[in-house]
């Protein structure tokens, strides 16, 4: 059987049923834009209420291919529905004409992640980021070297649609949060800034919270002030900057480059 939660417990099978679901559940839930945001979402455990596909069996074929750990979970969980009535529900169909819903994680749960003592990897805090999918890229870079969460500071909202579907749903496996600076969790806080000391010359601990500035202004002074440290990335002269996410990935690897911690 395949479906949607229902208040009694049981799953809607039918189209009409689904989509019901879905226009009750999308004002409240994280959408889940593409096959691959699907399949992470449902491989790190999250509440997934509704799926649907334009296609069914394409879909669980593309599963059984690229991620066949989550085929058993996503032929219980997928509905066909038309293409049509599918673009309908969503801003722009992925390609993979796969959309589905989650529920976000319980913030206090992340709080407990991204506070816990004796953290054995480290937390990248974007401060004030403006570009969407920047912010999505980094939650996945941060996902797939294992590290404890991403922190946001200011307006930008981590859990948008636009930065879960750059993330491909990988929010589902890291802590993602938005905290004031004051808030940030406990650590010592290594910050991205052209004066800083150079980086290959550093050790980054296991609990470092991460800081890297906005694109376009860098980093704010209340972060600046917060810092334990300012680092800086290899950069030949006369190139001004780096892409946030590559700058995350660049720091990133040179933490799991010295942590007996890092994914191996």
């Known amino acids: 059987m395949s479906g949607t939660d229902t208040a009694d417990g049981m799953r809607h099978t039918t189209p009409e049923g689904a989509v019901r679901d879905w226009r009750r559940l999308a004002d409240t839930a994280v959408l889940l834009d593409g096959f691959h945001a699907l399949k992470h979402a449902v ?5 997934v209420p509704v799926a649907l596909a334009a296609d069914r069996a394409a879909t669980l074929a593309l599963a059984d291919d690229l991620a066949p ?3 058993p979970e996503l032929a219980g969980l997928l509905v ?6 599918l673009r309908g529900l969503v801003p722009r169909l992925h390609p993979t004409g796969v959309a589905a819903l989650a529920g976000r994680p319980a913030r206090a749960d992340h709080l407990a992640a991204l506070g816990g003592t004796g953290r054995t990897t480290p937390v ?10 920047n912010a999505g890229a980094v939650i996945r870079l941060a996902a797939g070297y294992g590290a404890t969460g991403v922190v946001t500071t200011g307006s930008l909202d981590p859990w948008h649609p636009t930065v879960v579907r750059g993330g491909a749903g990988l929010h589902f496996a890291t802590a ?4 004031a600076v004051d808030e940030l969790p406990s650590g010592p ?10 980086i290959r010359g550093l050790k ?8 890297f500035g906005s694109e376009r202004s860098g980093l704010s002074p209340e ?10 990335l290899p950069m030949r002269p006369q190139v001004s900057s780096y892409n946030l996410a590559t700058s995350v990935g660049m720091t990133l690897f040179h933490w799991s480059a010295h942590s007996t911690h890092a994914p191996q």
């Open 223 to 232: 972060l600046r002030e917060r810092a334990d440290q300012l680092v800086s």
């Open 43 to 47: 491989r790190f455990g999250a509440d």
């Open 80 to 85: 066909e529905v038309p293409g049509d009535v």
């Open 69 to 71: 750990d989550v085929v």
């Open 176 to 179: 993602v949060e938005r905290l």
């Open 189 to 198: 806080l290594y910050a991205l800034d052209p004066e800083g000391a150079d």
């Open 204 to 211: 980054l601990p296991d609990d470092a919270l991460l800081a």
């Open 124 to 133: 990248v805090v974007l401060d004030n980021p403006r570009n969407l999918g």
